[in-house]
């Protein structure tokens, strides 16, 4: 499985961005997809995630409320519709995909086996 993340970009605080993740090559059948987020200088970070089908969606703190990820199978697709988004949300931006997680797990990167390349998201006036 290839993942590729796009949709970043310069938004003022406040504003909105939604990010996509295409995915291919293997069958889409990772149960578990999720975004993380790496700032300069830290560590990478979950964002938020969630199990399909019928799993309930986990956000970092930092975002609940103003982020949601959403998917479609059909096409390949994980989303992050990003809203309120404020100047510490500046971040190269990833999406990652695994198998069998569980829930307390869906905060770990390194249960992941499939990561996107990143986009970047500035929030800047």
């Known amino acids: 499985v290839q993942l590729q993340a796009s949709g970043g970009g310069l938004v003022q605080p406040g504003g909105s961005l939604r990010l996509s993740c295409a995915a291919s090559?293997?069958?889409?059948?990772?149960?578990?997809m999720s975004w993380f987020r790496q700032a300069p200088g830290k560590e990478r970070e979950f964002v938020v995630g969630?199990?399909?089908?019928?799993?309930?969606?986990r956000s970092a703190d930092s975002v609940k409320g103003r982020f949601t990820i959403s998917r479609d199978n059909a096409k390949k697709m994980v989303f992050l519709q990003m809203n309120g988004l404020k100047s510490e949300d500046t971040a190269v931006y990833y999406c990652?995909?695994?198998?069998?997680?569980?829930?307390?797990?869906?905060?770990?990167?390194?249960?992941?086996?499939?990561w996107g390349q990143g986009t970047l998201v500035t929030v800047s006036s």
């Open positions: 990652a995909a695994g198998s069998g997680l569980i829930t307390s797990s869906l905060m770990d990167p390194g249960k992941y086996d499939y």
């Open positions: 090559g293997r069958t889409f059948r990772s149960d578990v």
């Open positions: 969630s199990r399909w089908p019928g799993g309930s969606a």
